[in-house]
């Protein structure tokens, strides 16, 4: 398992919304190890023939992707998922935009003239995702994966189809 990679703890909570096999294909690959691929390759923004071989043969993770994307199943999956996060109560739907942290243009009156403070070192955000449940964590992968695909199908509306 990578960093990153769901636990076997948080993969039961969405297994049962997960599609099954029709059965005309034959037997599925195990679905923990091939959707793991899927936010490892969003995230990371590899070719899908660079995954590393702990996803499996990357074509299986293409062909698993390709039709969820497609049919809206990742949608669907995420929708699921939150409301089953929010019938448990974990999920907490409060937003509060204050105008203290709304922050202006650089070019508007009083924009600060020093240099930008060095980045952080890697680990940094690491202590910010302490906290997080485990509805939390597959939440935000989920939403990750949903946002590619809808960023994919924008720019790829207009072009014609591609070979992989």
Known sequence: MGRGDPTDGEWGRPRPFLPVSNGRCGRWRDHHQVIDGIPHRVRAGVQW?????????????YERHRPWSADGTWERLLQQVQAAADAAGEIDWDISVDSTIVRAHQHAAGARTDPPPTPASKGADKAEHQNETPWQSLVGRLVEVVLEVRARAVRGAGSPARSI
């Open 49 to 61: 023939r660079d995954l590393p071989e702990r996803f499996g043969p990357w074509r299986t993770v």
